[in-house]
């Protein structure tokens, strides 16, 4: 069963990078990583996707070594706005299209 | 169009009631997600229909009834809920063509308040 690991919780300030690290031991061959972001009461909302090495988009970059076993979203100079939960996703082994979602972390974001 | 559209976007039922969540997207995505998240918790799988049939079931109590009438729409049939059952219930879509890669799209809910 592909489970991940995150932080429960990370406190940052405005114009700061902020790092979210997920550890994803378990992931198979055939597995994405995707992150979503969640403000309360809305659906979660994709941010970004990798297999391996960086991706970058407009709003983060996605950090991922060699081994899968863990990957990193970058979020470059956050807002107030950006206080959210996010969440880090891999494909469950178990099923096709079995896409758990972990604890997540819980960022906040301070003036 | 880039939307999942749920509805209602409340409801509040009694013990007793049937009642149901509609969900509908016209991006063509072939897989279709109901998820339940109770307040601060994580999304939790409940079913995935894949090409319009079930192919996932989380051992969801059968007073969650799913049921996907063509491929742009998703219900979940509701009865004799317990008040446990109050959350948020997400719809998601995704194109299902590459095993696990591909985004989701989520709705932006329909919450549940059983009384």
């Known amino acids: 069963l592909a489970k991940t690991t995150q932080p429960i919780s990370m406190d940052s300030y405005e114009g700061q990078e902020v790092n979210i690290t997920c550890s994803h031991n378990n992931i198979a061959t055939n597995d994405y990583i995707t992150w979503y972001q969640q403000f309360p009461s809305q659906g979660p909302r994709f941010i970004i996707q990798?297999?391996?090495t960086k991706v970058t988009n407009e709003v983060a970059s996605l950090f991922i070594p060699a081994d899968r076993k863990s990957s990193t979203l970058s979020l470059p100079r956050v807002s107030l706005s950006d206080t959210a939960v996010y969440y880090c996703l891999v494909g469950d082994s178990g099923g096709y299209n079995k896409l758990i979602f972990g604890a997540g972390t819980r960022l906040a974001v301070h003036p | 169009d880039t939307e999942v559209t749920q509805t209602p976007k409340h409801l509040v039922m009694g013990m007793t009631n049937k009642k149901s969540l509609k969900c509908e997207q016209h991006?063509?995505?072939?897989?279709m997600y109901w998820y339940k998240q109770k307040a601060k918790k994580p999304p939790e799988l409940m079913f995935v229909?894949?090409?319009?049939?079930?192919?996932i079931n989380e051992s969801v109590p059968s007073r969650f009834s799913p049921e996907c009438p063509n491929s742009s729409l998703l219900n979940l049939h509701l009865h004799a809920l317990q008040p446990e059952d109050s959350a948020l219930y997400l719809c998601a879509s995704r194109s299902g063509t590459g095993g696990n890669t591909g985004e989701l799209f989520f709705g932006e809910g329909s919450r549940l308040t059983v009384l």
């Open positions: 229909y894949s090409y319009e049939k079930l192919s």
């Open positions: 991006m063509g995505h072939r897989a």
């Open positions: 990798g297999y391996k």
